[in-house]
């Protein structure tokens, strides 16, 4: 049986939307486990960007909908980014981000 992962980008000034886009391009990843990425669409993209990588996000409600079927991860959508935060610079809208989206991570 597969662990069952949902992995959140972290602070979107920070290093953590670059270190999960890296943890996503291993194509042997899906493979072992199932995945259920959590976060704002514009976190995980800023991550895609400064990591050159590339992958689909594919929206679930991860409450209802059989997330462990879809290939090759699920993603919960949550708004939490209120405006967009310059990477490297400590700001409340991405800690109350950070935080929005590891309550809805531990809800699970």
């Known amino acids: 049986m597969k662990p069952r992962i949902a992995p959140i980008p972290g602070d979107s000034s920070g290093i953590g939307p670059e270190l999960v886009a ?7 990843l899906p493979k072992r486990s199932h995945l259920l990425l959590i976060g704002d669409r514009r976190v995980f993209e800023r991550g895609r960007q400064q990591a050159g990588t590339s992958f689909a996000l594919e929206p679930c409600a991860a409450t209802v909908d059989d997330w462990v079927a879809r290939a090759p991860y699920a993603w919960h959508p949550t708004e939490t980014l209120a ?26």
């Open 22 to 28: 890296k943890l996503l391009a291993d194509p042997h």
């Open 83 to 108: 405006e967009d935060s310059e990477v490297a610079v400590v700001s409340e809208a991405a800690g109350r981000s950070v935080l929005r989206t590891l309550d809805t991570a531990l809800d699970f």
